[in-house]
């Protein structure tokens, strides 16, 4: 299968291209367009490419902010998507408040579930089953080759009717909210970052192996590589150089 995946020495590297490749996809979208949309993923490598993106000059008055998940918890909370993204971006670049859409992770699952997925129709102007197309999906990888909040055997995998739900993830005890997979496929533009020798397998099987999401969920919207773009270190790269 032919990827589009590029390699750098390190984390850091790799989430420097990443923050690079954001920034010209977001210029390109608003020749065309009065606003652009951007959804980003938590993570410790996230957190360089979101220091990078801080202090770029760019006008974010318009670009609207969402997240591909988020944990149960408050938005101060250390777990929080949001918390780490507000630290490190949305408060060094002085993203405009109004054009950020958080998930509400300190009301119950279900209800910050439908609150997100209305908030995003709002946004997109969408009307009765339509999905949102984001121009640019930012997206990791777990060790167990989990992506958004959809870990193997998740049935949301199935999902490609709504925007947005509440999951359990039994593996940490806890309520998450993640976008489904109709969205994550949906975008025009999806941007995987994954740093770390933990990495190199779940990759591997990724790229490798039969379609099979419900196994292996990072290969929502990557498999075929339409659209998608690996930004990898050596050490994950490691077994599909």
Same mark, same amino acid.
């Given at each position: =299968?032919?990827?589009?995946?590029?390699?750098?020495?390190?984390?850091?590297? #790799?989430?420097?291209?990443?923050?690079?490749?954001?920034?010209?996809?977001?210029?390109?979208?608003?020749?065309?367009?009065?606003?652009?949309?951007?959804?980003?993923?938590?993570?410790?490598?996230?957190?360089?490419?979101?220091?990078?993106?801080?202090?770029?000059?760019?006008?974010?008055?318009?670009?609207?902010?969402?997240?591909?998940?988020?944990?149960?918890?408050?938005?101060?909370?250390?777990?929080?998507?949001?918390?780490?993204?507000?630290?490190?971006?949305?408060?060094?670049?002085?993203?405009?408040?109004?054009?950020?859409?958080?998930?509400?992770?300190?009301?119950?699952?279900?209800?910050?579930?439908?609150?997100?997925?209305?908030? $995003?129709?709002?946004?997109?102007?969408?009307?009765?089953?339509?999905l949102p197309r984001f121009? $640019?999906?930012?997206?990791? =990888?777990?060790?167990?080759?989990?992506? #958004?909040?959809? +870990?193997?055997?998740?049935?949301? $995998?199935?999902?490609?009717?709504? $925007?947005?739900?509440?999951?359990?993830?039994?593996? +940490?005890?806890?309520?998450?909210?993640?976008?489904?997979?109709?969205?994550?496929?949906?975008?025009?533009?999806?941007? =995987?970052?994954a740093a770390g020798a933990?990495?190199?397998?779940?990759?591997?099987?990724?790229?490798?192996e039969p379609y099979d999401?419900?196994?292996?969920?990072?290969?929502?919207?990557?498999?075929?590589?339409?659209?998608?773009?690996?930004?990898?270190?050596?050490?994950?790269?490691?077994?599909?150089?």
């Amino acid at each position: =299968m032919s990827v589009n995946s590029l390699i750098f020495a390190d984390a850091r590297a #790799a989430s420097s291209a990443c923050a690079a490749r954001i920034l010209e996809l977001l210029a390109g979208a608003l020749e065309s367009q009065p606003f652009a949309t951007l959804a980003v993923s938590g993570g410790t490598t996230p957190a360089l490419m979101f220091a990078d993106m801080a202090k770029a000059r760019f006008d974010w008055s318009r670009v609207h902010l969402f997240w591909v998940d988020e944990r149960g918890v408050p938005p101060t909370d250390s777990q929080s998507n949001y918390k780490l993204t507000k630290e490190k971006f949305i408060d060094p670049a002085g993203f405009p408040s109004a054009n950020v859409h958080r998930v509400q992770g300190e009301l119950a699952a279900e209800t910050a579930a439908k609150l997100y997925s209305d908030e $995003i129709r709002k946004v997109f102007g969408l009307t009765g089953t339509a999905l949102p197309r984001f121009d $640019i999906v930012h997206r990791g =990888m777990g060790p167990d080759a989990h992506t #958004a909040s959809l +870990f193997p055997g998740e049935p949301l $995998i199935e999902d490609r009717t709504h $925007i947005a739900a509440a999951v359990y993830v039994e593996k +940490f005890q806890q309520w998450r909210v993640t976008l489904l997979p109709g969205v994550l496929e949906g975008a025009r533009n999806t941007l =995987m970052l994954a740093a770390g020798a933990d990495k190199a397998e779940p990759l591997r099987a990724v790229l490798r192996e039969p379609y099979d999401p419900l196994r292996y969920p990072s290969q929502l919207a990557t498999y075929n590589g339409s659209g998608v773009t690996w930004f990898l270190d050596k050490a994950a790269a490691r077994l599909v150089e």
